[in-house]
């Protein structure tokens, strides 16, 4: 594979809207050249009687069935509340409304 060069670097800069100066087009173009190898290198692996996988593990769902159940009335939810108004928390006001 052919190293990457500064004006593909500079292209790429460009796409991303990315200011880089010339110091930083080499010292970036050394580096995805070094991450493009490393991809290139996993390419090369034989892996034909290697089916694909999402997972290194087989996976099993560990959640519960949903059911359904009846939930708390009103009363029984603001049980616990400080303060309630028509069957609603009622909480300090924090913000000022403006019209």
């Known amino acids: ?5 500064r004006e593909e670097v500079a292209h790429l800069a460009r ?7 010339e110091e ?3 010292t970036f173009a050394g580096q995805l050249d070094v991450i493009l190898q490393a991809v290139a290198r996993v390419g090369e692996v034989t892996a034909g009687d290697i089916p ?3 997972h290194s593990v087989p996976l099993t769902n560990v959640l519960r069935d949903d ?3 009846p939930g708390l009335t009103p009363a ?12 609603r928390f009622r909480v300090p006001r924090i913000l000022d409304e403006e019209a």
Request: glycine share 4%; charged share 20%.
């Open 52 to 54: 694909p996988t999402s």
């Open 1 to 5: 594979m052919a190293a990457i060069s």
């Open 67 to 69: 059911v359904v159940v």
């Open 15 to 21: 796409l991303s809207r990315l200011a880089v100066t």
């Open 76 to 87: 029984e939810a603001l049980s616990g509340a400080p303060d309630a108004e028509e069957q």
């Open 24 to 26: 930083e087009l080499a």
